[in-house]
């Protein structure tokens, strides 16, 4: 069983910057994709980026150049550096990872390809 455990969340103002991590037990297949998530009440679960074993990337437009996601394979990490919050940027966060061999294609930005998912950590941005 592979275990997911988002942490780093929090309250900031517009903005300002968190660091979000992912800590993973267990053991996922060495192609699989891990990504970032996110939830606002009322909307859909979006993808926030994801990123692969070879340390390539997608990120959302509306985040693009003010997050980055990182990977940290030998302490099966995750991490995602959000700079610039805006409000809404407010969302539960969670992180996920597949088990199959992933690319960055569509399909890896959508939640029905994460087999595996955190409990998720609350973002809330203030203006």
């Known amino acids: 069983q592979v275990q997911l455990v988002e942490s780093g969340g929090g309250s900031v103002q517009a903005g300002g910057s968190l660091r979000l991590s992912c800590s993973v037990s267990g053991h996922l297949y060495s192609g699989s994709c891990m990504g970032w998530f996110r939830q606002a009440p009322g909307k859909e679960r979006e993808g926030v980026a994801v990123?692969?074993?070879?340390?390539?990337?997608w990120y959302a437009d509306s985040v693009k150049g003010r997050f980055t996601i990182s990977r940290d394979n030998a302490k099966n990490s995750l991490f995602l550096q959000m700079n610039s919050l805006k409000p809404e940027d407010s969302a539960m966060y969670y992180c996920a990872a597949t088990v199959k061999l992933c690319g960055l294609g569509t399909l890896s930005r959508l939640p029905p390809e994460y087999n595996y998912w955190g409990q998720g950590t609350q973002v809330t941005v203030t203006s």
């Open positions: 990123i692969n074993l070879a340390g390539q990337n």
